[in-house]
Protein backbone atom coordinates (compact mmCIF):
# COMPACT_ATOMS: atom_id res chain seq x y z
CA UNK A 1 0.00 0.00 0.00
CA UNK A 2 2.99 2.33 0.38
CA UNK A 3 5.50 1.08 -1.94
CA UNK A 4 8.44 -1.43 -2.04
CA UNK A 5 8.35 -1.69 2.21
CA UNK A 6 11.17 -3.73 3.52
CA UNK A 7 10.02 -6.55 6.53
CA UNK A 8 13.16 -7.02 8.39
CA UNK A 9 14.49 -11.05 9.14
CA UNK A 10 14.88 -12.08 12.38
CA UNK A 11 18.49 -11.93 11.48
CA UNK A 12 18.56 -7.91 10.15
CA UNK A 13 19.86 -5.47 11.51
CA UNK A 14 17.01 -3.01 11.44
CA UNK A 15 18.18 0.03 13.91
CA UNK A 16 21.08 1.22 16.15
CA UNK A 17 20.70 3.06 19.42
CA UNK A 18 23.84 4.60 20.23
CA UNK A 19 24.43 5.89 23.78
CA UNK A 20 25.48 9.57 25.08
CA UNK A 21 29.36 8.19 24.80
CA UNK A 22 28.83 7.69 21.37
CA UNK A 23 28.51 3.62 21.28
CA UNK A 24 26.02 2.12 19.03
CA UNK A 25 24.55 -1.18 19.73
CA UNK A 26 22.99 -3.41 16.39
CA UNK A 27 19.38 -4.59 17.08
CA UNK A 28 17.48 -7.43 14.87
CA UNK A 29 14.10 -5.84 16.35
CA UNK A 30 12.63 -2.94 16.40
CA UNK A 31 10.55 -2.90 19.44
CA UNK A 32 13.68 -3.87 21.80
CA UNK A 33 15.48 -1.26 20.14
CA UNK A 34 12.60 1.32 21.41
CA UNK A 35 13.36 -0.23 24.89
CA UNK A 36 17.03 0.06 24.67
CA UNK A 37 16.57 4.03 23.65
CA UNK A 38 17.16 6.07 26.97
CA UNK A 39 18.24 9.55 27.92
CA UNK A 40 20.51 10.71 25.93
CA UNK A 41 20.58 8.43 23.10
CA UNK A 42 20.17 7.65 19.38
CA UNK A 43 17.90 5.71 17.64
CA UNK A 44 19.18 5.10 14.42
CA UNK A 45 16.60 2.99 11.72
CA UNK A 46 18.49 0.77 8.63
CA UNK A 47 15.96 -0.59 7.38
CA UNK A 48 11.90 0.37 6.92
CA UNK A 49 9.93 -0.82 9.79
CA UNK A 50 6.30 -1.40 9.74
CA UNK A 51 3.80 -1.54 12.43
CA UNK A 52 0.71 -3.49 12.63
CA UNK A 53 -1.95 -5.40 15.42
CA UNK A 54 -0.41 -5.74 18.19
CA UNK A 55 2.72 -3.19 18.03
CA UNK A 56 2.99 -0.84 20.72
CA UNK A 57 2.94 3.04 19.31
CA UNK A 58 6.73 4.91 19.69
CA UNK A 59 5.23 5.93 22.84
CA UNK A 60 8.21 8.96 24.63
CA UNK A 61 7.95 10.10 28.41
CA UNK A 62 10.77 11.87 30.66
CA UNK A 63 13.70 11.01 28.39
CA UNK A 64 15.46 13.39 25.86
CA UNK A 65 15.79 11.48 22.63
CA UNK A 66 16.96 11.62 18.94
CA UNK A 67 15.18 9.15 16.25
CA UNK A 68 17.17 9.42 13.09
CA UNK A 69 15.14 8.10 9.98
CA UNK A 70 18.54 7.71 8.24
CA UNK A 71 16.11 8.00 4.77
CA UNK A 72 14.34 5.14 5.48
CA UNK A 73 10.43 4.80 6.31
CA UNK A 74 8.50 4.04 9.84
CA UNK A 75 4.85 2.92 8.41
CA UNK A 76 1.64 2.04 9.82
CA UNK A 77 -0.52 -0.80 7.91
CA UNK A 78 -4.17 -0.87 8.28
CA UNK A 79 -4.37 -3.02 10.82
CA UNK A 80 -2.41 -0.74 13.26
CA UNK A 81 -5.08 1.57 14.07
CA UNK A 82 -2.99 4.39 16.30
CA UNK A 83 -0.59 7.99 16.31
CA UNK A 84 2.93 6.37 15.58
CA UNK A 85 4.64 8.57 17.62
CA UNK A 86 3.56 10.22 21.13
CA UNK A 87 5.63 12.56 22.75
CA UNK A 88 4.71 13.14 26.81
CA UNK A 89 4.97 15.98 29.14
CA UNK A 90 8.77 15.81 29.92
CA UNK A 91 9.84 14.55 27.22
CA UNK A 92 12.09 16.08 23.93
CA UNK A 93 12.27 14.47 21.46
CA UNK A 94 15.04 15.13 18.17
CA UNK A 95 14.00 14.16 14.87
CA UNK A 96 16.60 14.03 12.02
CA UNK A 97 17.21 12.40 8.92
CA UNK A 98 20.76 11.75 7.71
CA UNK A 99 19.36 10.64 4.57
CA UNK A 100 17.60 13.73 3.96
CA UNK A 101 18.15 14.32 0.37
CA UNK A 102 20.70 11.57 -0.52
CA UNK A 103 19.83 10.09 -4.19
CA UNK A 104 19.65 6.62 -3.33
CA UNK A 105 16.82 7.74 -0.81
CA UNK A 106 14.78 9.41 -3.89
CA UNK A 107 10.79 8.45 -3.21
CA UNK A 108 7.66 10.44 -4.03
CA UNK A 109 3.79 10.95 -2.66
CA UNK A 110 1.00 10.77 -4.36
CA UNK A 111 -2.70 12.10 -3.35
CA UNK A 112 -5.65 9.75 -4.29
CA UNK A 113 -9.03 11.67 -5.01
CA UNK A 114 -9.94 11.89 -1.30
CA UNK A 115 -6.78 13.67 -0.63
CA UNK A 116 -4.49 11.28 1.21
CA UNK A 117 -0.80 10.93 0.32
CA UNK A 118 0.77 7.38 0.01
CA UNK A 119 4.35 6.99 -0.05
CA UNK A 120 5.95 5.08 -2.82
CA UNK A 121 9.59 4.16 -4.34
CA UNK A 122 8.99 5.51 -7.84
CA UNK A 123 6.09 7.94 -10.02
CA UNK A 124 7.00 5.66 -13.47
CA UNK A 125 3.32 3.72 -12.47
CA UNK A 126 -0.43 4.18 -14.22
CA UNK A 127 -1.68 4.47 -10.53
CA UNK A 128 0.61 8.03 -9.61
CA UNK A 129 0.47 9.26 -12.82
CA UNK A 130 -3.16 8.77 -13.20
CA UNK A 131 -3.52 10.80 -9.25
CA UNK A 132 -4.69 14.09 -8.68
CA UNK A 133 -0.70 15.33 -7.71
CA UNK A 134 2.39 13.59 -6.93
CA UNK A 135 5.67 14.73 -5.71
CA UNK A 136 8.90 13.67 -5.26
CA UNK A 137 11.04 13.61 -2.23
CA UNK A 138 14.06 12.59 -0.45
CA UNK A 139 14.91 10.53 2.67
CA UNK A 140 12.86 9.22 5.23
CA UNK A 141 9.44 9.83 6.64
CA UNK A 142 6.68 8.44 8.72
CA UNK A 143 3.60 7.36 6.93
CA UNK A 144 -0.30 5.33 7.46
CA UNK A 145 -1.23 6.04 10.68
CA UNK A 146 -5.03 6.10 11.49
CA UNK A 147 -5.89 6.54 15.04
CA UNK A 148 -10.08 6.87 14.90
CA UNK A 149 -9.91 6.12 18.79
CA UNK A 150 -8.59 9.41 19.29
CA UNK A 151 -9.44 11.59 15.88
CA UNK A 152 -5.40 12.07 15.97
CA UNK A 153 -2.90 10.99 12.81
CA UNK A 154 0.59 10.36 12.71
CA UNK A 155 2.80 12.22 15.20
CA UNK A 156 1.11 13.17 18.78
CA UNK A 157 2.86 15.85 21.21
CA UNK A 158 0.83 16.08 24.04
CA UNK A 159 2.56 17.97 26.82
CA UNK A 160 6.34 17.18 25.77
CA UNK A 161 8.64 18.79 22.77
CA UNK A 162 9.23 17.97 19.39
CA UNK A 163 12.09 19.39 17.46
CA UNK A 164 11.83 18.23 13.70
CA UNK A 165 15.10 19.22 11.95
CA UNK A 166 14.14 17.25 9.12
CA UNK A 167 12.76 14.04 7.94
CA UNK A 168 8.93 13.82 6.30
CA UNK A 169 5.41 12.94 8.04
CA UNK A 170 2.88 12.09 5.29
CA UNK A 171 0.12 10.15 4.57
CA UNK A 172 -1.28 9.91 7.97
CA UNK A 173 -5.18 9.95 8.67
CA UNK A 174 -6.94 12.29 11.62
CA UNK A 175 -10.08 10.66 10.89
CA UNK A 176 -11.38 13.35 8.19
CA UNK A 177 -14.60 11.70 8.64
CA UNK A 178 -15.69 12.68 12.32
CA UNK A 179 -16.12 16.43 13.55
CA UNK A 180 -13.63 15.64 16.29
CA UNK A 181 -11.01 14.92 13.74
CA UNK A 182 -7.84 17.19 14.55
CA UNK A 183 -4.10 17.51 13.02
CA UNK A 184 -3.57 14.20 10.53
CA UNK A 185 0.08 14.89 10.18
CA UNK A 186 0.88 16.53 13.62
CA UNK A 187 -1.24 17.10 16.83
CA UNK A 188 0.38 19.43 19.40
CA UNK A 189 -1.76 19.65 22.51
CA UNK A 190 -1.55 19.83 26.30
CA UNK A 191 1.12 22.74 26.69
CA UNK A 192 3.37 21.02 24.27
CA UNK A 193 5.63 22.62 21.78
CA UNK A 194 6.45 21.55 18.13
CA UNK A 195 9.68 23.52 16.39
CA UNK A 196 10.03 22.95 12.66
CA UNK A 197 13.80 23.56 11.47
CA UNK A 198 12.94 21.77 8.46
CA UNK A 199 11.55 18.53 6.58
CA UNK A 200 8.18 17.93 5.46
CA UNK A 201 4.64 17.48 6.27
CA UNK A 202 2.62 16.57 3.00
CA UNK A 203 -0.53 14.56 1.78
CA UNK A 204 -1.70 14.04 5.60
CA UNK A 205 -5.80 14.65 6.08
CA UNK A 206 -8.42 15.22 8.99
CA UNK A 207 -11.61 16.92 9.77
CA UNK A 208 -9.77 20.13 11.17
CA UNK A 209 -5.91 20.70 10.72
CA UNK A 210 -4.79 18.32 7.83
CA UNK A 211 -1.05 19.33 8.13
CA UNK A 212 -0.91 20.52 12.08
CA UNK A 213 -3.52 20.95 14.69
CA UNK A 214 -2.05 23.19 17.34
CA UNK A 215 -4.30 23.11 20.44
CA UNK A 216 -5.13 25.52 23.26
CA UNK A 217 -2.13 26.35 25.35
CA UNK A 218 0.09 24.80 22.84
CA UNK A 219 3.07 26.46 20.42
CA UNK A 220 4.47 26.06 17.08
CA UNK A 221 7.41 27.58 15.37
CA UNK A 222 8.11 27.18 11.69
CA UNK A 223 11.90 28.23 11.22
CA UNK A 224 12.13 26.36 7.80
CA UNK A 225 10.25 23.46 5.73
CA UNK A 226 7.20 22.79 3.99
CA UNK A 227 3.63 22.39 5.18
CA UNK A 228 1.63 21.20 1.60
CA UNK A 229 -0.75 19.14 -0.05
CA UNK A 230 -2.46 19.00 3.30
CA UNK A 231 -6.53 18.56 3.05
CA UNK A 232 -9.14 19.21 5.72
CA UNK A 233 -12.81 18.23 5.57
CA UNK A 234 -13.89 21.47 7.41
CA UNK A 235 -11.33 24.37 8.92
CA UNK A 236 -7.23 24.51 8.50
CA UNK A 237 -5.88 22.66 5.66
CA UNK A 238 -2.32 23.37 6.49
CA UNK A 239 -2.35 24.76 9.70
CA UNK A 240 -5.36 24.79 12.58
CA UNK A 241 -4.22 27.04 15.28
CA UNK A 242 -6.09 27.09 18.39
CA UNK A 243 -2.90 27.73 20.83
CA UNK A 244 0.18 29.98 19.26
CA UNK A 245 1.79 29.93 16.11
CA UNK A 246 5.08 31.32 14.83
CA UNK A 247 6.42 31.54 11.53
CA UNK A 248 9.90 32.87 10.67
CA UNK A 249 11.23 31.06 7.90
CA UNK A 250 13.81 33.45 6.33
CA UNK A 251 13.03 33.94 2.53
CA UNK A 252 15.83 34.03 -0.60
CA UNK A 253 15.04 37.17 -1.85
CA UNK A 254 17.54 37.39 -4.13
CA UNK A 255 16.74 33.75 -5.26
CA UNK A 256 13.39 32.77 -5.15
CA UNK A 257 13.91 28.91 -6.55
CA UNK A 258 15.37 28.51 -3.46
CA UNK A 259 12.09 29.15 -1.72
CA UNK A 260 10.33 25.95 -3.09
CA UNK A 261 11.14 24.02 -0.54
CA UNK A 262 9.74 26.36 2.46
CA UNK A 263 6.26 27.96 3.60
CA UNK A 264 2.39 26.67 3.73
CA UNK A 265 1.23 25.85 0.13
CA UNK A 266 -1.16 23.94 -2.23
CA UNK A 267 -3.09 22.76 0.51
CA UNK A 268 -6.84 22.52 0.32
CA UNK A 269 -9.79 22.96 2.87
CA UNK A 270 -13.32 21.99 1.72
CA UNK A 271 -14.79 25.20 4.13
CA UNK A 272 -12.10 27.69 5.47
CA UNK A 273 -8.74 28.38 5.83
CA UNK A 274 -6.90 26.34 3.03
CA UNK A 275 -3.70 27.46 4.19
CA UNK A 276 -4.06 28.56 8.02
CA UNK A 277 -6.88 29.06 10.23
CA UNK A 278 -6.58 31.00 13.33
CA UNK A 279 -9.68 29.78 15.87
CA UNK A 280 -11.32 32.35 18.36
CA UNK A 281 -7.82 33.44 20.39
CA UNK A 282 -5.47 31.41 18.51
CA UNK A 283 -2.61 33.69 17.25
CA UNK A 284 -0.61 33.10 14.02
CA UNK A 285 2.64 35.47 13.85
CA UNK A 286 3.96 35.59 10.40
CA UNK A 287 7.43 37.31 10.15
CA UNK A 288 8.50 36.42 7.05
CA UNK A 289 7.72 33.47 4.68
CA UNK A 290 5.06 32.27 1.95
CA UNK A 291 1.39 30.86 2.16
CA UNK A 292 1.26 30.55 -1.60
CA UNK A 293 -1.65 28.40 -3.57
CA UNK A 294 -3.87 27.09 -0.91
CA UNK A 295 -7.41 26.55 -1.69
CA UNK A 296 -11.03 27.11 0.54
CA UNK A 297 -13.19 25.23 -2.25
CA UNK A 298 -16.50 23.99 -0.37
CA UNK A 299 -20.08 23.77 -1.51
CA UNK A 300 -21.48 25.67 0.96
CA UNK A 301 -22.76 29.32 1.39
CA UNK A 302 -20.79 29.05 4.71
CA UNK A 303 -17.40 27.83 3.21
CA UNK A 304 -15.63 28.92 0.59
CA UNK A 305 -13.43 31.38 2.65
CA UNK A 306 -9.68 32.10 3.50
CA UNK A 307 -8.24 30.97 0.65
CA UNK A 308 -5.09 31.77 2.21
CA UNK A 309 -5.78 32.37 6.13
CA UNK A 310 -8.81 32.49 7.36
CA UNK A 311 -9.01 34.38 10.71
CA UNK A 312 -11.90 33.58 13.37
CA UNK A 313 -13.84 35.12 16.02
CA UNK A 314 -11.21 36.70 18.27
CA UNK A 315 -8.54 35.03 16.55
CA UNK A 316 -5.15 36.96 15.77
CA UNK A 317 -3.00 37.04 12.76
CA UNK A 318 0.15 39.24 13.11
CA UNK A 319 1.86 39.80 9.84
CA UNK A 320 5.00 41.20 10.12
CA UNK A 321 6.46 40.47 6.83
CA UNK A 322 6.24 37.40 3.73
CA UNK A 323 3.47 37.32 1.83
CA UNK A 324 0.30 35.51 0.87
CA UNK A 325 -0.37 34.86 -2.46
CA UNK A 326 -1.82 33.23 -5.17
CA UNK A 327 -4.61 31.64 -2.81
CA UNK A 328 -7.92 30.77 -4.06
CA UNK A 329 -11.68 31.02 -2.67
CA UNK A 330 -14.96 33.03 -2.92
CA UNK A 331 -14.52 35.44 -0.16
CA UNK A 332 -11.33 36.81 1.27
CA UNK A 333 -8.96 34.19 -1.08
CA UNK A 334 -6.08 36.02 0.82
CA UNK A 335 -7.33 36.64 4.15
CA UNK A 336 -10.54 36.42 5.13
CA UNK A 337 -12.25 38.06 8.93
CA UNK A 338 -15.30 36.28 10.45
CA UNK A 339 -16.10 39.01 12.02
CA UNK A 340 -15.35 42.94 13.72
CA UNK A 341 -13.50 40.97 16.56
CA UNK A 342 -11.40 38.75 14.46
CA UNK A 343 -7.91 40.93 14.58
CA UNK A 344 -5.43 41.50 11.44
CA UNK A 345 -2.42 43.71 12.40
CA UNK A 346 0.37 44.05 9.86
CA UNK A 347 3.19 45.90 9.45
CA UNK A 348 6.90 46.27 7.65
CA UNK A 349 7.09 44.47 3.97
CA UNK A 350 3.89 42.49 4.46
CA UNK A 351 2.42 41.62 1.06
CA UNK A 352 -0.67 40.22 0.22
CA UNK A 353 -1.49 40.23 -3.36
CA UNK A 354 -2.35 38.17 -6.31
CA UNK A 355 -4.97 35.73 -4.32
CA UNK A 356 -8.00 35.02 -6.80
CA UNK A 357 -11.54 34.64 -5.98
CA UNK A 358 -13.22 31.32 -7.77
CA UNK A 359 -16.50 29.83 -8.54
CA UNK A 360 -16.06 27.23 -6.28
CA UNK A 361 -19.92 26.50 -6.71
CA UNK A 362 -19.70 25.43 -10.52
CA UNK A 363 -16.97 22.86 -9.74
CA UNK A 364 -18.00 19.33 -10.48
CA UNK A 365 -17.18 16.60 -8.27
CA UNK A 366 -16.86 12.67 -8.69
CA UNK A 367 -18.48 10.53 -6.39
CA UNK A 368 -16.05 10.46 -2.95
CA UNK A 369 -14.20 13.02 -4.82
CA UNK A 370 -12.61 16.45 -2.90
CA UNK A 371 -9.22 17.34 -4.14
CA UNK A 372 -9.30 20.07 -6.63
CA UNK A 373 -6.25 20.39 -9.32
CA UNK A 374 -4.85 23.64 -9.92
CA UNK A 375 -6.29 23.56 -13.79
CA UNK A 376 -9.75 22.57 -12.30
CA UNK A 377 -9.62 26.10 -9.64
CA UNK A 378 -8.12 27.96 -12.54
CA UNK A 379 -11.15 27.07 -14.75
CA UNK A 380 -13.55 28.88 -12.44
CA UNK A 381 -11.53 31.71 -11.72
CA UNK A 382 -13.40 35.27 -12.00
CA UNK A 383 -11.43 38.09 -13.89
CA UNK A 384 -11.78 41.04 -12.48
CA UNK A 385 -9.66 42.60 -9.03
CA UNK A 386 -8.21 40.79 -6.98
CA UNK A 387 -9.72 38.94 -3.95
CA UNK A 388 -7.22 39.62 -0.82
CA UNK A 389 -9.05 40.83 2.24
CA UNK A 390 -12.61 40.53 3.15
CA UNK A 391 -13.89 42.68 5.93
CA UNK A 392 -17.38 42.28 7.23
CA UNK A 393 -19.37 45.19 8.70
CA UNK A 394 -17.46 47.00 11.52
CA UNK A 395 -13.83 44.99 10.79
CA UNK A 396 -10.89 46.79 10.33
CA UNK A 397 -7.14 46.26 9.58
CA UNK A 398 -4.52 47.29 12.32
CA UNK A 399 -1.70 49.05 10.59
CA UNK A 400 1.23 49.24 13.17
CA UNK A 401 3.57 50.74 11.07
CA UNK A 402 4.18 52.46 7.64
CA UNK A 403 4.21 49.39 5.10
CA UNK A 404 7.16 48.58 2.84
CA UNK A 405 6.17 47.75 -0.80
CA UNK A 406 8.89 46.11 -1.06
CA UNK A 407 9.60 44.61 -4.84
CA UNK A 408 6.24 43.58 -5.83
CA UNK A 409 4.73 46.97 -5.58
CA UNK A 410 1.36 45.46 -5.56
CA UNK A 411 -2.12 47.42 -3.56
CA UNK A 412 -3.82 45.05 -0.98
CA UNK A 413 -7.65 45.33 -2.52
CA UNK A 414 -10.04 45.31 0.07
CA UNK A 415 -13.43 43.61 -0.29
CA UNK A 416 -16.30 45.35 2.19
CA UNK A 417 -19.32 44.03 3.49
CA UNK A 418 -20.15 47.35 4.06
CA UNK A 419 -18.30 50.90 2.84
CA UNK A 420 -16.56 52.91 5.82
CA UNK A 421 -13.22 52.73 7.57
CA UNK A 422 -11.18 50.08 7.44
CA UNK A 423 -8.09 50.82 8.73
CA UNK A 424 -6.21 51.43 12.15
CA UNK A 425 -3.30 52.84 12.70
CA UNK A 426 -0.73 55.50 10.49
CA UNK A 427 -1.80 57.38 7.51
CA UNK A 428 1.26 58.91 6.29
CA UNK A 429 3.73 57.92 3.75
CA UNK A 430 2.71 55.55 1.68
CA UNK A 431 0.31 53.33 4.04
CA UNK A 432 -2.68 54.83 2.01
CA UNK A 433 -1.68 53.91 -1.22
CA UNK A 434 -0.51 50.47 -0.35
CA UNK A 435 -4.83 49.59 0.00
CA UNK A 436 -7.31 49.64 -2.73
CA UNK A 437 -11.34 48.58 -2.44
CA UNK A 438 -14.54 47.53 -4.48
CA UNK A 439 -16.78 50.15 -2.87
CA UNK A 440 -16.38 54.26 -3.53
CA UNK A 441 -17.24 55.00 0.00
CA UNK A 442 -13.78 53.42 1.12
CA UNK A 443 -11.65 55.64 4.02
CA UNK A 444 -8.18 54.79 5.48
CA UNK A 445 -7.42 56.81 8.38
Known sequence: MFGQCITAKATDV????????????????????????????????????????????????????????????????????????????????????SGAGKTEFLRCYYLDKTGLGY?????????????????????????????????????????????????????????????????GGVYVGGNGSFTMNGGLIAGNRSYNGGGVYCDDNASFVMNDGLIQDNYAKCFGAGVYVSGTFKMNIEMDKNNPANNREKGIKYNRAWSGGGGVYIADEGNFTMQDGEIIENHAYGLTDEGRCGG?????????????????????????????????????????????????????????????????????????????????VYLPEDAKINVDENIDFGEYGESVFITMEKPGIFTNGWSYGNTQSYFDSDSSGKYVV
Not at 14 to 23: D, F, L, R
Not at 315 to 341: H, P, T
Open 308 to 388: GVYIGLAGIFNMYGGRVCQNYSDKGAGVYLESSYSNFNIKGCARVYWNMPIASNAIKFEEGEVWVTDDELQEHYIAGDDEN
Open 119 to 183: VVESSNNETVQASKRWQPFYGGYITGAWNGSESKGGVVVNGGTLIMNSGAIIGNDGADDYGSGKG
Open 14 to 97: VATVTNSSGEPTEYDNINTAINKWVDGSTLTLLSDVTFTDGDSSIDISDKNVTLDLNGHGIISDSNFKKSIIYVRSGATLNLND
